[in-house]
């Protein structure tokens, strides 16, 4: 568990080798750190593992007060806490944009950028979803609060895409999922070092088919079997 500037508490789950490269894992919108399971034991031999509950969800604190600024912040503090550097960062959906966001201010601790299914925030009229009933393990109140931020009008942070000096990697889940693939092909091309792949089975690539996900990563960072 991290204490932040803030007071706000945000649990973060290590594994792997501890001598090896850091890879930290942030996890989708009403997801923990527990659904990376299967891809964490992929990456625990070989390199350090991060695993975060970003704000909100999990075992972290629920202060009320979401965005993905907060959250970019809140990891630049996990960062700073245990002086992570030539870090892979690893992001679905929700913690994809969190991802892009580290990347863009944070240039010379993230070597390797991996984002799954995801482009930053566009244009679109995607609603809030009712609350489910009983207990969840996640604040509620983060819902209308990245949805909002989902829907910008303005693609404000598509104009930073340049400014990202990591080597990317960028998964998508193909024609089944509800992520416009169109548009990861339009990040691809504005990263300067940006390989855009597809693993064809919709948005939660990593929980469907963790073992391709994983082998995928692996060998891009290897580079002795480059994906295209």
């Known amino acids: 568990m991290v204490e932040l500037r803030s007071g706000v508490h945000i649990a973060c789950h290590f594994s792997g ?7 930290v894992l942030l996890h989708a919108l009403g997801e923990q750190a527990t659904s990376w399971a299967a891809v964490e034991r992929q990456f625990a031999p070989s390199y350090r593992v991060v695993n975060v509950d970003l704000r909100g969800h999990g075992g972290s604190d629920r202060p ?15 960062f700073d806490a245990f002086d992570l550097r ?12 969190v991802a ?18 995801v482009p930053p925030p566009f244009p679109r009229t995607r609603p809030i979803p009712e609350r ?27 104009k930073q895409l340049p400014d990202i000096a990591s080597r990317t990697l960028l998964i998508g889940g193909g024609p089944s999922s ?7 092909l ?6 300067p070092d940006c390989t855009l792949i597809s693993i064809p089975v919709g948005h939660n690539i990593h929980e469907t088919e963790p073992t391709e996900f994983s082998e995928v990563i692996l060998r891009w960072l290897d580079d002795a079997d480059p994906v295209s």
């Open 132 to 158: 489910p009933d009983g207990a969840l393990d996640f604040d509620w109140a983060v819902v209308p609060a990245i949805v909002e931020q989902v829907n910008d009008p303005t693609r404000r942070w598509w």
């Open 186 to 191: 339009e990040v691809s091309r504005l990263i």
């Open 178 to 184: 509800h992520v416009p693939q169109e548009l990861l």
């Open 64 to 78: 009320g007060v979401y965005s993905f600024e907060l959250m970019r912040d809140d990891v630049i503090e996990i």
């Open 86 to 97: 030539e870090v892979v960062l690893v992001g679905h959906s929700m913690g994809g944009v």
């Open 17 to 23: 080798e501890p001598g090896g490269q850091t890879i």
């Open 100 to 117: 892009y966001l580290v990347a863009q201010t944070q240039p010379a601790r993230v070597s390797h950028l991996v984002v799954e299914d």
